[in-house]
T-cell receptor, first 113, second 112 residues
Framework: AQSVTQLDSQVPVFEEAPVELRCNYS??????LFWYVQYPNQGLQLLLK??????LVKGINGFEAEFNKSQTSFHLRKPSVHISDTAEYFC???????????FGKGTRLHILP | EAQVTQNPRYLITVTGKKLTVTCSQN?????MSWYRQDPGLGLRQIYY???????DKGDVPEGYKVSRKEKRNFPLILESPSPNQTSLYFC???????????FGPGTRLTVL
């Protein structure tokens, strides 16, 4: 079965520092990859996605992610975080030919003043 | 306004009492999903639907039913709820599994 592993359940980081949230997936076949963000007491919204093409994907709010096929990873990065980035971040994968979408367990990003 | 709506937003019920959580989208999306979110477990897909009359099991379908009689609606049915179905439920829709999913506001269900 396909799986998505988010290696850190919580990540504390100081404001204006860089951050990387890690995501690994199990499939070696064609995949679509997503990062979603959930702000406190809200639903989820898309940050960015990788379907094909350039391995570096830019998203909203200054986030970017890099698809690494050999390491089956899709880590999310931001060069300088803000207090408003406090949220839970979910990595998700959709694998052909299945039509399921598998989410990771999430990473809580805590911004320290 | 493009949106996914869910009702009710909050529900407290008792074991065995059948309930339905409605989900509706106004974006003409083909793909619709139900997820449950539990602390430490992330989101887990319960059922999904590729189009009208086409539904399939996600990773945690036991104890749930769905139907897709119209493109815009995708209700989640719990025929005999149990306490282990206490959770936060999200409906989502998109044009396909490669596309951005739009999530509803969530339904917090408590089964006593």
């Amino acid at each position: 079965a396909q799986s998505v592993t988010q290696l850190d359940s919580q990540v504390p980081v100081f404001e204006e520092a860089p951050v990387e949230l890690r995501c690994n997936y199990s499939s070696s076949v064609s995949v679509y990859l997503f990062w979603y963000v959930q702000y406190p007491n809200q639903g989820l919204q898309l940050l960015l996605k990788y379907l094909s093409g350039s391995t570096l994907v830019k998203g909203i709010n200054g986030f970017e992610a890099e698809f690494n096929k050999s390491q089956t990873s899709f880590h999310l990065r931001k060069p300088s975080v803000h207090i408003s980035d406090t949220a839970e971040y979910f990595c998700a994968v959709s694998v052909t030919p299945d039509d399921k979408i598998i989410f990771g367990k999430g990473t809580r990003l805590h911004i320290l003043p | 306004e493009a949106q996914v709506t869910q009702n009710p937003r909050y529900l407290i019920t008792v074991t065995g009492k059948k309930l339905t959580v409605t989900c509706s989208q106004n974006m003409n999306h083909e793909y619709m999903s139900w997820y449950r979110q539990d602390p430490g477990l992330g989101l887990r897909q319960i059922y999904y639907s590729m189009n009208v009359e086409v539904t399939d099991k996600g990773d945690v379908p036991e104890g749930y039913k769905v139907s897709r009689k119209e493109k815009r609606n995708f209700p989640l049915i719990l025929e005999s709820p149990s306490p282990n179905q206490t959770s936060l439920y999200f409906c989502a829709s998109s044009f396909g599994r490669a596309d951005t999913q739009y999530f509803g506001p969530g339904t917090r269900l408590t089964v006593l």
